[in-house]
C-alpha cells in the first residue's frame, strides 16, 4: 500500500480512533445537563472533540506503532512522519509527542472561554487522559500486560491508605 503523508494521516487519524463516536454518544447520556446546548453539540464541541480525539489517537500510536508494524499493520503517525521528513524514529516520537503537547493547550484553550458544559468538558479530557495512561508504557489495551495491567488493578481494587 501506499504510505499516507503526515498531514493526510492526521486529517484521518483524529476520526478513525473511533473517540469521536463516544464522545457524542456521551452527550446522548449528558443530554439533560446539556440540555440548552444539545441541538449544536457538534458544532459548539467539534475543536474540543477534535482535540481530544487526535490525543487518543496519538497516544495510541506512540504506544502501539512497533508492535502494529512487525505484525504487518499499516504505517501510524511515527512512520509516516519518519518517511515523509527521512527523520529517525526517536525524532518522528518526538514530534508526536509535541503535538499531544500542543493538543492539550489546544483544549485548555477551548475550555477557557466557559461555553461549555463541565460535564463535556471532563469527558473530553478524560478520554484523552485515559488513553495516554493506557498508552504511556506501550500497548495497554491490546496487551494488558506489566505496567499498564498493574495500574488499572490498584487504581480499582487496591484502597487507598488512609
Given at each position: 500500500g501506499?504510505?499516507?503523508t503526515f ?11 473511533g473517540?469521536l ?11 439533560d445537563?446539556?440540555v440548552?446546548q444539545?441541538?449544536?453539540?457538534l458544532k459548539?464541541y467539534s ?5 481530544s480525539s487526535?490525543i487518543?489517537r496519538?497516544?495510541?500510536d506512540l504506544g ?16 509516516a ?14 514530534h508526536?509527542?509535541?503535538?499531544i ?5 489546544k483544549?485548555?484553550?477551548?475550555i ?14 478524560n478520554m484523552a487522559?485515559?488513553a495516554?495512561?493506557?498508552?504511556q508504557?506501550?500497548d495497554g ?8 495491567k ?9 484502597p487507598?491508605?488512609i
Amino acid at each position: 500500500g501506499q504510505t499516507p503523508t503526515f498531514d493526510e494521516y492526521i486529517k484521518n487519524a483524529w476520526i478513525s480512533i473511533g473517540s469521536l463516536g463516544g464522545l457524542v454518544l456521551l452527550c446522548f447520556v449528558e443530554a439533560d445537563s446539556i440540555v440548552h446546548q444539545f441541538p449544536n453539540c457538534l458544532k459548539d464541541y467539534s475543536k474540543l472533540f477534535y482535540w481530544s480525539s487526535l490525543i487518543t489517537r496519538l497516544s495510541d500510536d506512540l504506544g502501539t506503532s512497533k508492535a502494529e508494524m512487525e505484525r504487518g499493520d499499516i504505517p501510524k503517525a511515527v512512520q509516516a512522519y519518519m518517511i515523509e521528513k527521512g527523520v529517525s524514529e526517536e525524532t518522528a516520537r518526538n514530534h508526536v509527542k509535541e503535538l499531544i503537547s500542543n493538543s492539550w493547550k489546544k483544549i485548555n484553550e477551548e475550555i477557557l472561554d466557559n461555553r461549555f458544559s463541565r460535564a463535556i468538558v471532563n469527558l473530553s479530557k478524560n478520554m484523552a487522559r485515559t488513553a495516554q495512561c493506557i498508552y504511556q508504557h506501550g500497548d495497554g489495551f491490546g496487551t494488558s500486560t506489566g505496567v499498564t495491567k498493574d495500574c488499572i488493578i490498584s487504581s480499582i481494587l487496591r484502597p487507598i491508605p488512609i
